[in-house]
């Protein structure tokens, strides 16, 4: 039997990357999956992929009220909820402290940090209306856990995630409700090339490359890839994490573990650097 046989989650951002892999392996372990996501090609294509076991949902995440949405999709389309993974995410504004402006900041806040709040808001209401506590777990970062990862505003956003997780452990701990973050290192997604400037019919020849990189950086000697974010995120949904609550887990093949210098620097000088030697 499956780790999540009988269970029924909510992922946003569902249909790449990080969300995909932990779709994929949810389902594969018995669960059955609301999807909120914009890609709405995609997303139908894989609603017909799991026929039965995924429901897509068109989400903006920066709405409250189409998170809400995705919640009450997930109830209707399968009784009940009880796993809730916030997980939709982009790099957000990429200034410095010293560029970065208001608009920008509300952009990166919106996306990153009001979607996981809202996110745990409609979640646990549903997990109290059944009585049956449930999981949430969202995306922050080893920008989370220290500077240097990223851009300013990504890097602020992420911290504030840890803050929502661990006063959610307090808020909703009493009904049953746990709340953890995954902290990801740098993993190889489709967002990755687009970040730093490298067009997206090359985006899997600058994974290789960055890969190789980043292996230098980290004690695992390889970036990481979406399905060591689900094996994670399956943990965190399962009945064997009944009494993890409020953590902030990094994934990361030991990068916050040693001191390791400015990845940001590292992953914006990859891009230049590949897209240099293309002859652009």
């Known amino acids: ?39 709405d090609d ?3 294509a894989l609603e017909a992929r799991f026929p039965g076991k995924v429901k897509y949902v068109h989400t903006d995440v920066t709405s409250d009220e189409a998170i809400g949405a995705l919640v009450s999709a997930a109830v209707d389309a399968f009784g009940r909820l009880d796993v809730m993974f916030n997980n939709a995410g982009a790099p957000g504004d990429q200034s410095s402290i010293l560029e970065l402006g208001e608009a920008g900041l509300n952009r990166t806040n919106a996306l990153l940090l009001n979607s996981v709040m809202f996110g745990h808001k409609h979640a ?11 999981a949430i777990i969202s ?17 602020t956003t992420k ?22 973050a995954i902290c990801p290192g740098v993993i190889m997604t489709p967002i990755m090339a687009n970040a730093f400037g490298v067009p997206s ?41 009944a009494y993890v609550n409020g ?30 030697a293309k002859g652009r």
């Open 139 to 155: 995306t922050a970062s080893a920008a989370a856990l220290e500077g240097g990862w990223s851009f300013a505003a990504y890097t």
């Open 1 to 39: 039997m499956g780790r999540l046989e009988g269970k029924i989650a909510a992922i946003t951002g569902g249909v790449s990357g990080i969300g995909l892999g932990t779709v994929e392996l949810f389902v594969e372990e018995g669960a059955r999956v609301a999807v909120g996501d914009i890609q």
């Open 247 to 276: 953590v902030a887990l990094p994934v990361d093949g030991g990068a916050t573990a040693i001191v390791t210098g400015p990845f940001a620097e590292v992953m914006v000088q990859s891009g230049a650097d590949f897209n240099k």
């Open 201 to 241: 019919e090359d985006a899997s020849e600058f994974e290789a490359f960055l890969s190789e990189r980043i292996g230098k950086l980290v004690p695992a000697g390889r970036a990481g890839f979406p399905r060591d974010i689900a094996e994670a995120a399956l943990f965190l949904a399962s009945d064997g994490s």
């Open 124 to 134: 646990a209401r549903q997990f109290i209306k059944q009585g049956s506590g449930g």
């Open 159 to 180: 911290h504030a995630v840890i803050g929502i997780v661990r006063q959610a452990a307090a808020e909703l701990g009493p009904h049953n409700i746990r709340s953890n």
């Open 42 to 44: 995609a997303g139908k």
